[in-house]
T-cell receptor, first 110, second 110 residues
Framework: EDQVTQSPEALRLQEGESSSLNCSYT??????LFWYRQDPGKGPEFLFT???AGEEKEKERLKATLTKKESFLHITAPKPEDSATYLC???????????FGTGTRLKVLA | DTAVSQTPKYLVTQMGNDKSIKCEQNLGHDTMYWYKQDSKKFLKIMFSYNNKELIINETVPNRFSPKSPDKAHLNLHINSLELGDSAVYFCASSQGQEQFFGPGTRLTVL
Protein backbone atom coordinates (compact mmCIF):
# COMPACT_ATOMS: atom_id res chain seq x y z
CA GLU A 1 0.00 0.00 0.00
CA ASP A 2 1.23 3.47 -0.88
CA GLN A 3 2.32 5.32 2.23
CA VAL A 4 4.03 8.56 3.28
CA THR A 5 5.49 9.05 6.77
CA GLN A 6 6.96 12.27 8.11
CA SER A 7 9.21 12.74 11.11
CA PRO A 8 9.50 14.25 13.56
CA GLU A 9 5.89 15.12 14.27
CA ALA A 10 6.98 18.38 15.91
CA LEU A 11 10.27 20.24 16.10
CA ARG A 12 11.36 23.24 18.14
CA LEU A 13 14.48 25.08 17.07
CA GLN A 14 16.29 28.14 18.26
CA GLU A 15 16.73 30.83 15.66
CA GLY A 16 19.82 29.95 13.63
CA GLU A 17 19.78 26.28 14.64
CA SER A 18 19.80 24.24 11.41
CA SER A 19 17.96 20.94 11.15
CA SER A 20 16.28 18.50 8.76
CA LEU A 21 12.77 17.15 8.31
CA ASN A 22 12.27 13.65 6.97
CA CYS A 23 9.69 12.22 4.57
CA SER A 24 9.78 8.47 3.98
CA TYR A 25 7.65 6.98 1.24
CA THR A 26 6.58 3.59 -0.05
CA UNK A 27 4.83 3.78 -3.40
CA UNK A 28 4.35 1.52 -6.38
CA UNK A 29 5.70 4.22 -8.66
CA UNK A 30 6.72 7.82 -8.09
CA UNK A 31 5.71 10.58 -10.48
CA UNK A 32 6.83 13.34 -8.14
CA LEU A 33 7.45 14.26 -4.50
CA PHE A 34 6.27 17.62 -3.22
CA TRP A 35 6.93 19.80 -0.20
CA TYR A 36 4.34 22.28 1.02
CA ARG A 37 4.24 24.77 3.83
CA GLN A 38 0.99 25.30 5.74
CA ASP A 39 0.41 28.22 8.08
CA PRO A 40 -2.41 28.04 10.67
CA GLY A 41 -5.81 28.70 9.12
CA LYS A 42 -4.46 28.66 5.56
CA GLY A 43 -4.13 26.24 2.68
CA PRO A 44 -0.86 24.46 1.86
CA GLU A 45 1.59 26.57 -0.13
CA PHE A 46 3.73 24.84 -2.72
CA LEU A 47 7.50 24.84 -2.09
CA PHE A 48 9.29 22.20 -4.19
CA THR A 49 8.83 19.32 -6.60
CA UNK A 50 11.41 16.53 -6.87
CA UNK A 51 11.17 13.92 -9.58
CA UNK A 52 14.13 11.56 -9.30
CA ALA A 53 16.69 10.28 -6.79
CA GLY A 54 19.64 12.61 -6.42
CA GLU A 55 17.68 15.71 -7.29
CA GLU A 56 17.98 18.79 -5.07
CA LYS A 57 16.05 22.07 -4.99
CA GLU A 58 16.78 25.20 -2.98
CA LYS A 59 14.83 28.28 -1.98
CA GLU A 60 16.20 30.78 0.51
CA ARG A 61 16.90 28.83 3.73
CA LEU A 62 15.25 25.63 2.49
CA LYS A 63 16.80 22.78 0.55
CA ALA A 64 14.96 19.63 -0.48
CA THR A 65 16.68 16.38 -1.45
CA LEU A 66 15.39 13.05 -2.71
CA THR A 67 16.53 9.44 -2.53
CA LYS A 68 14.69 6.31 -3.66
CA LYS A 69 13.06 5.92 -0.25
CA GLU A 70 12.97 9.33 1.38
CA SER A 71 13.21 13.05 1.06
CA PHE A 72 14.72 15.59 3.41
CA LEU A 73 13.86 19.23 3.87
CA HIS A 74 16.95 20.94 5.26
CA ILE A 75 16.43 24.26 7.02
CA THR A 76 19.56 26.35 7.38
CA ALA A 77 19.74 29.08 10.03
CA PRO A 78 15.95 29.23 10.45
CA LYS A 79 14.08 32.35 11.47
CA PRO A 80 10.85 32.64 13.47
CA GLU A 81 8.94 33.30 10.24
CA ASP A 82 9.85 29.76 9.10
CA SER A 83 7.51 28.43 11.80
CA ALA A 84 4.76 26.42 10.07
CA THR A 85 3.68 22.87 9.33
CA TYR A 86 5.66 21.31 6.48
CA LEU A 87 3.82 18.71 4.45
CA CYS A 88 5.30 16.12 2.12
CA UNK A 89 3.22 14.52 -0.64
CA UNK A 90 3.81 11.98 -3.37
CA UNK A 91 2.10 11.67 -6.71
CA UNK A 92 1.86 8.01 -7.59
CA UNK A 93 2.29 6.70 -11.11
CA UNK A 94 0.01 3.73 -10.59
CA UNK A 95 -3.16 5.44 -9.43
CA UNK A 96 -2.23 9.08 -10.15
CA UNK A 97 -3.22 9.92 -6.60
CA UNK A 98 -1.63 12.47 -4.30
CA UNK A 99 -0.82 11.01 -0.87
CA PHE A 100 0.12 13.40 1.92
CA GLY A 101 2.10 12.78 5.07
CA THR A 102 0.82 14.05 8.40
CA GLY A 103 3.32 16.89 8.46
CA THR A 104 6.02 18.25 10.76
CA ARG A 105 5.07 21.21 12.95
CA LEU A 106 8.10 23.46 13.11
CA LYS A 107 8.47 26.18 15.73
CA VAL A 108 11.47 28.50 15.54
CA LEU A 109 12.12 30.50 18.69
CA ALA A 110 13.69 33.95 18.61
CA ASP B 1 -5.78 38.42 -7.30
CA THR B 2 -6.88 35.26 -5.49
CA ALA B 3 -5.80 32.17 -7.43
CA VAL B 4 -8.02 29.55 -5.78
CA SER B 5 -10.96 30.82 -3.76
CA GLN B 6 -13.53 29.02 -1.64
CA THR B 7 -16.80 30.07 -0.09
CA PRO B 8 -17.79 30.10 2.64
CA LYS B 9 -14.69 30.20 4.87
CA TYR B 10 -16.68 28.96 7.87
CA LEU B 11 -19.81 26.81 7.90
CA VAL B 12 -21.64 25.82 11.06
CA THR B 13 -24.70 23.64 10.66
CA GLN B 14 -26.87 21.04 12.32
CA MET B 15 -26.71 17.29 11.76
CA GLY B 16 -28.92 16.15 8.93
CA ASN B 17 -28.72 19.38 6.94
CA ASP B 18 -27.51 19.68 3.33
CA LYS B 19 -24.77 22.20 2.51
CA SER B 20 -22.54 23.23 -0.39
CA ILE B 21 -19.04 24.60 -0.65
CA LYS B 22 -17.97 26.49 -3.75
CA CYS B 23 -14.53 26.66 -5.34
CA GLU B 24 -13.21 28.78 -8.18
CA GLN B 25 -9.76 29.05 -9.72
CA ASN B 26 -8.54 31.79 -12.06
CA LEU B 27 -5.27 30.08 -12.98
CA GLY B 28 -6.57 28.45 -16.14
CA HIS B 29 -5.78 24.98 -14.75
CA ASP B 30 -7.45 21.88 -16.15
CA THR B 31 -7.55 19.81 -12.96
CA MET B 32 -9.28 20.53 -9.67
CA TYR B 33 -9.47 18.63 -6.41
CA TRP B 34 -11.27 18.39 -3.10
CA TYR B 35 -9.37 17.40 0.04
CA LYS B 36 -10.49 16.82 3.62
CA GLN B 37 -8.16 17.76 6.48
CA ASP B 38 -9.11 16.21 9.79
CA SER B 39 -8.37 17.40 13.31
CA LYS B 40 -4.94 15.75 13.20
CA LYS B 41 -4.09 17.80 10.11
CA PHE B 42 -4.07 14.75 7.82
CA LEU B 43 -4.90 15.83 4.28
CA LYS B 44 -6.78 13.22 2.26
CA ILE B 45 -7.93 13.48 -1.34
CA MET B 46 -11.64 13.05 -1.98
CA PHE B 47 -12.20 13.86 -5.64
CA SER B 48 -10.38 15.08 -8.71
CA TYR B 49 -11.82 16.52 -11.91
CA ASN B 50 -10.01 17.10 -15.18
CA ASN B 51 -11.79 19.37 -17.64
CA LYS B 52 -15.11 18.76 -15.88
CA GLU B 53 -14.63 14.98 -15.92
CA LEU B 54 -14.32 12.98 -12.69
CA ILE B 55 -10.96 11.17 -12.64
CA ILE B 56 -10.43 10.35 -8.95
CA ASN B 57 -13.22 9.29 -6.64
CA GLU B 58 -11.87 8.04 -3.34
CA THR B 59 -13.86 5.97 -0.89
CA VAL B 60 -16.15 8.77 0.14
CA PRO B 61 -19.76 8.37 1.29
CA ASN B 62 -22.39 8.90 -1.39
CA ARG B 63 -23.60 11.88 0.63
CA PHE B 64 -20.70 13.82 -0.92
CA SER B 65 -21.27 14.87 -4.50
CA PRO B 66 -18.89 17.07 -6.48
CA LYS B 67 -20.10 19.13 -9.40
CA SER B 68 -17.99 20.89 -12.02
CA PRO B 69 -20.06 23.29 -14.16
CA ASP B 70 -16.91 24.37 -16.00
CA LYS B 71 -13.19 23.81 -15.60
CA ALA B 72 -12.78 26.88 -13.38
CA HIS B 73 -15.31 25.73 -10.81
CA LEU B 74 -15.65 22.66 -8.62
CA ASN B 75 -18.36 22.64 -6.00
CA LEU B 76 -18.94 20.13 -3.21
CA HIS B 77 -22.43 19.29 -2.03
CA ILE B 78 -22.91 17.31 1.16
CA ASN B 79 -26.24 15.71 2.07
CA SER B 80 -27.42 14.62 5.50
CA LEU B 81 -24.43 16.03 7.35
CA GLU B 82 -22.97 13.94 10.17
CA LEU B 83 -20.77 14.86 13.13
CA GLY B 84 -17.82 13.09 11.52
CA ASP B 85 -17.99 15.42 8.53
CA SER B 86 -16.59 18.21 10.69
CA ALA B 87 -13.21 19.10 9.17
CA VAL B 88 -11.49 21.64 6.98
CA TYR B 89 -12.17 21.12 3.28
CA PHE B 90 -9.61 22.36 0.77
CA CYS B 91 -10.03 22.89 -2.92
CA ALA B 92 -6.93 22.78 -5.14
CA SER B 93 -6.05 23.07 -8.80
CA SER B 94 -3.13 22.04 -10.97
CA GLN B 95 -1.93 22.19 -14.52
CA GLY B 96 1.26 20.15 -14.11
CA GLN B 97 1.81 18.18 -10.96
CA GLU B 98 2.13 21.10 -8.54
CA GLN B 99 -1.12 21.83 -6.74
CA PHE B 100 -2.35 25.22 -5.63
CA PHE B 101 -4.68 25.23 -2.67
CA GLY B 102 -7.53 27.46 -1.62
CA PRO B 103 -7.80 28.92 1.89
CA GLY B 104 -10.08 26.15 3.15
CA THR B 105 -13.63 25.91 4.48
CA ARG B 106 -13.98 24.96 8.13
CA LEU B 107 -17.15 22.87 8.47
CA THR B 108 -18.56 22.30 11.93
CA VAL B 109 -21.50 19.95 12.32
CA LEU B 110 -23.39 20.27 15.61
Amino acid sequence: EDQVTQSPEALRLQEGESSSLNCSYTVSGLRGLFWYRQDPGKGPEFLFTLYSAGEEKEKERLKATLTKKESFLHITAPKPEDSATYLCAVHTSGTYKYIFGTGTRLKVLA
Amino acid sequence: DTAVSQTPKYLVTQMGNDKSIKCEQNLGHDTMYWYKQDSKKFLKIMFSYNNKELIINETVPNRFSPKSPDKAHLNLHINSLELGDSAVYFCASSQGQEQFFGPGTRLTVL
